[in-house]
């Protein structure tokens, strides 16, 4: 380990994950997501923009029989990505390809993936100071891959009847709505992330299957704080359920 680099434990000790100690680092979404996912056995699942890896890493220690691919085009976060797996141990069913998401038929064939999960740039160029740091910048701003791109990576991926995952914000729901529809993925699943009991909606998580019928199962919501600096109980499970070990979680 480099003076610019922490290895920290996550989900009661269960991971461990090296990342940028002034670069970009995981958020609470990305386990928001990992959570979110539903995935059968032994699914072939690409994690779309995976940066250190922590989504595909979570979701192949809770899946055991599940096969992963990180998409990274950031060098250094898919070195990061690829020291993470075999941290871990997850190194045989964790691959990390440094590759564009724009340019996605340059490394994978048509139609090969179950699933597809991504964590997207949440915000357009024009708007916000854009971060000096290229990892953190590249990681918040469409500055290398939009909603539409990772979208359009998504619909040549995935097999017929594949699914999306991914967490978006809520101020920009509908444009999500329309470009899944656009790539011809249907949104099946849906639920509101809120900061608090009486803040409005910062995100949502949105599953669609590719070339499915119309029909939107709306969840409860989920509220993370239920005071300042204090989780509610439903993300103290969701916590609790990601570090369970993974006989507990089928798959």
């Known amino acids: ?89 997850l190194e045989k069913r964790v691959r990390i390809v440094l590759g564009d998401a724009r340019e996605v038929k340059r490394n994978f064939t048509a139609n090969s993936f179950d699933n597809v999960i991504f964590n997207p740039p949440y915000r357009k160029l024009s708007s916000g100071r854009i971060n000096p740091l290229l990892e953190k910048a590249v990681a918040r701003h469409e500055i290398k891959g939009s909603l539409a791109d990772f979208l359009a990576a998504s619909k040549y991926l995935l097999k017929p009847s594949g699914r999306v995952f991914t967490i978006y914000p809520a101020k920009r729901l509908v444009e999500l709505v329309v470009l899944f529809r656009k790539n011809n993925i249907e949104p099946k699943r849906m639920k509101l992330v809120f900061s608090d009991a009486v803040s409005p909606a910062e995100f949502a998580l949105v599953e669609g299957r590719s070339g499915s019928r119309e029909e939107l199962k709306i969840e409860p919501p989920l509220y993370i704080y239920e005071e300042p600096k204090k989780y509610t109980q439903d993300m103290k499970n969701i916590f609790s359920e990601l570090a369970s070990p993974p006989e507990a979680c089928g798959g």
Not at 34 to 52: I, Y
């Open 1 to 89: 380990m480099i003076d610019e680099e922490t290895i920290d434990e996550i989900l009661e000790g269960s991971l461990k994950i090296r990342q940028s100690k002034r670069g970009y680092r995981f958020n609470l979404d990305s386990l928001i997501l990992a959570h979110f996912v539903s995935l059968k056995s032994r699914s072939v699942n690409m994690d779309l923009g995976c940066g250190n890896g922590v989504i595909a890493l979570v979701l192949a220690r809770r899946y055991p029989s599940t096969h992963w691919t990180g998409l990274e085009i950031q060098e250094g976060q898919a070195t990061l990505a690829c020291q993470n797996a075999e941290l871990n141990g």
